[in-house]
Antibody, heavy 118, light 111 residues
Framework: QVQLQESGPGLVEPSGTLSLTCAVSGDSISSRDWWTWVRQPPGKELEWIGEIYLRGSNAYNPSFGSRVTISVDRSTNHFSLKLTAVTAADTAVYYCVRNGVPSYFDWWGQGTLVTVSS | QSALTQPASVSGSPGQSITISCTGTSSDIGSWNVVSWYQHLPGKAPKLLIYEVNKRPSWISSRFSGSKSGNTASLTISGLQAEDEGDYSC???????????FGTGTKVTVL
């Protein structure tokens, strides 16, 4: 069974950088072409942040502008999220997700709460 | 790209059937046959229930079914059980830019 586990600081200061890592087990990260980050702010709906495409260009939600970067480390079976210049609006539970084909998400991490506050 | 619209809450008695709607636009649900549904129980990772409108992963009970008509997709839970209580979200492929849009979420209560 595939398992995904997010890790990273639970508290980030305003204007700082949010960095999260997703450890994938039970599957090689190279077995799928797309891996995704999704978040859910308190009391709001799920929001697609972006995806990494192992064979080419990534895709990001335009609402994040140039603040977001998703990268992968195939040697350690991890992929990561970096979000810069964070504000309180970036407070959310962040999920790492494996993409199914076509266009769905078949395995999710449990999520990690990141709070942006001083 | 706006979120897909779901009812905030749906309830039913054990054994009954309930249906959750998910309304989008011609740019998302209306254009793509890739609506998916997720169950989110407290303290657990979200779980895929339905993909490509009406396909079910092998590990998901046949009590869960999906359909689509025009810009609206639906999830039906038959034979409602106490363990079905939780939050449910739909998702659709969208146009360029925001590739995926999620629903506003529905809380299912088993009476």
């Amino acid at each position: 069974q595939v398992q995904l586990q997010e890790s990273g600081p639970g508290l980030v200061e305003p204007s700082g950088t949010l960095s999260l890592t997703c450890a994938v087990s039970g599957d090689s990260i190279s077995s799928r072409d797309w891996w995704t980050w999704v978040r859910q702010p308190p009391g709001k709906e799920l929001e697609w942040i972006g995806e990494i495409y192992l064979r080419g260009s990534n895709a990001y939600n335009p609402s994040f502008g140039s603040r977001v970067t998703i990268s992968v480390d195939r040697s350690t079976n991890h992929f990561s999220l970096k979000l810069t210049a964070v504000t309180a609006a970036d407070t959310a539970v962040y999920y790492c997700v494996r993409n199914g084909v076509p266009s769905y998400f078949d395995w999710w991490g449990q999520g990690t709460l990141v709070t942006v506050s001083s | 790209q706006s979120a897909l619209t779901q009812p905030a809450s749906v309830s039913g008695s054990p054994g009954q059937s309930i249906t959750i709607s998910c309304t989008g636009t011609s740019s998302d649900i209306g254009s793509w046959n890739v609506v998916s549904w997720y169950q989110h129980l407290p303290g657990k990772a979200p779980k895929l229930l339905i993909y490509e409108v009406n396909k079910r992963p092998s590990w998901i009970s046949s009590r869960f079914s999906g359909s689509k008509s025009g810009n609206t997709a639906s999830l039906t839970i038959s034979g409602l059980q106490a363990e079905d209580e939780g939050d449910y979200s739909c998702c659709s492929r969208a146009g360029s830019g925001v590739l995926y849009v999620f629903g506003t979420g529905t809380k299912v209560t088993v009476l």
